[in-house]
């Protein structure tokens, strides 16, 4: 939605963090990035708790489409599929206390996704999702993208879409340090 881009993440009125980022700052951020894979795919040779998922909460994060980029960026870090797949079911389940998280099994939830082709052999298949199960309802790919055009449709239209930016702005301006 639009308070997203003109009001949360705005360059220069946005949360503080995001504003203003000089070029340099990029250009550091972007050669992290191997040191960031080198040290995950270390952390996980030495069998220390490795999870995904768990930054959806942060800007420029859309939950789904960045738990797979995560899942990419960790095979390309050297850990194979299959256990970046008990990293963000059973494992991350496990962590939680939540055992019967993450697996099928009688009693744990009915939630899974159903691929054409198998992902955890190769993370490629991720992009041939057929359907998603939750609670036990089945929801096929092309209903899911039916209605998130829809819910983005919902989005644009003038009564949310103004509510959202007139109400946001004040609420920025009260809790975002604007010079710091």
Same mark, same amino acid.
């Given at each position: ?10 360059? !220069? ?7 203003? +980022? ?10 992290? +990035? ?38 990419? +960026? ?11 797949? !008990? ?23 009915? #939630? ?9 052999? #190769?993370? !490629? ?5 057929? !359907? ?38 004040? +609420? ?9």
């Amino acid at each position: 939605p639009r308070v997203w881009r003109e009001v949360v993440w705005h360059p !220069a009125d946005g949360l503080p963090i995001y504003r203003n +980022l000089p070029p340099e700052l990029f250009a550091q951020l972007r050669a992290s +990035l191997p040191k960031k894979r080198e040290l995950v795919r270390r952390l996980w040779a030495a069998g220390a708790e490795v999870y995904i998922g768990t930054d959806c909460l942060q800007p420029f994060v859309v939950p789904g489409a960045a738990l797979h980029e995560e899942m990419k +960026l960790f095979a390309a870090a050297g850990i194979p599929p299959e256990a970046i797949w !008990a990293m963000g079911t059973w494992r991350a389940g496990r962590g939680l206390r939540q055992r019967q998280l993450g697996r099928l099994e009688p009693g744990a939830p009915a #939630d899974l996704l159903v691929f054409r082709e198998d992902p955890t052999r #190769d993370l !490629a298949a991720l992009d041939t999702l057929v !359907a998603v199960v939750s609670q036990g309802r089945v929801f096929p790919r092309d209903r899911l993208q039916r209605d998130l055009a829809a819910w983005g449709e919902h989005m644009k239209e003038a009564t949310f879409d103004q509510l959202s930016v007139n109400v946001a702005r004040p +609420l920025m301006d009260q809790v975002v340090l604007r010079d710091y």
